[in-house]
């Protein structure tokens, strides 16, 4: 997130790269300044001096509503994760975990909201040794969902509308059916034979009239995920966080059938945390925010901090991207050392390090401008990754100059 848009376009260019790389698929821009944009409503006032970025564009359009009706960036940003998971079920949902970094203008004040999925209070941590397929399928791969209670405190914090104001528009696209596109039809493809093999998916992504998945165009409607919205609107947070909550004892016997080991009390118990951002300054008083470990906000700070003491980038020149590159493998080199500061032991100094522009500058003279290498150590790095991917992202600006960021995952 930026305060203060800096006029250096190749630094935001890099920006931009970054936040995509860490997660952040950017979508529809919903609500310029002038004319109607596709998927909103040609009696809808034109929205001035906000904007929202979806995946789907059906919540590009919601979002943009919920500034219209004096909604808060927050209240945007929850009403276009929620629809989310009906234009991207693959990559977010009630049922997965999201971080959120906020800015207040009025204030000044810029916070980071972690909400991500925890593993359950029975885990153990030799649960998957020997057992690592089970790590990533089946019941035990499931982590206590951490969104609803994350969208309540945000809302509890920083909403102006009522709760259920938010879920209205997406619980409506539910029954009527969200136009299956072609990232939707890829995504069900990929996944076929597991979703023919559950019956549960089998109910949502089969039509039964090809017993195949949706085709793009077709019209996925998603009526038990309306009524379970419906609850959650009308019961607030008690809904799936409190003793006797309507959606509880369902679901925790719906996970358990599944062979999870998450009990009530890993909901019950569930609490988000609020944080301070990571940060930087770029281009000497342009400041940058955006969410702390364990998200890639760190890493992405870093990223800028080594591009930072270059003063001849030019978005022609292939040395430049050359560097960039670097930039990122050295980042994400330093990534495979991260963690969750809460469970991972003597990582303060690494943190202190991706955010310190002396370190940058040690780490820049590693950059050569002729060559890289192939070696992941030279990097940093502990290990290779293979490619990941699958989350949802939202970015809010309200017309009052408040902002958020978010991004939801589905991940176990």
Known sequence: MLCNLSKTKLLLITLLAAIVVVGITLGLVFGLRNGNSEGQDSKSPALRGGAVVSNGHECGAI?????????????????????????????TGIGGGFLATIYERETGEVISLDARETAPLAATEDMFVNNGDAAVEGGLAIATPGVIKGYWEMHQRYGKLEWKALFEETIELCRNGVVVDDFLRYAMVDKRQIILSVPSLREVFINPETEDVWQVGDLLKRVVLADTLEIIAEEGVDALHKEGGSLLSKLVADLQEFGSIITKEDFIQYKPRWLPPASTTVRQNYSVYSMPLPGSGTIAIYILNLLDGYDDLRPDDPVTWHRVTEAFMHAYGARTRAGDPDFVSDIDKLIDDLGSKSYADDIRTKIDDDRTFTEYKYYGAEFAEQEDHGTAHASVLAPNGDAVAITGTINT
């Open 63 to 91: 979002g943009a509503n919920i500034l219209r009706r004096n909604g808060s960036a927050v209240d945007a940003a929850i009403a276009i994760m929620l629809c989310e998971e009906v234009t991207c079920p693959q990559s």
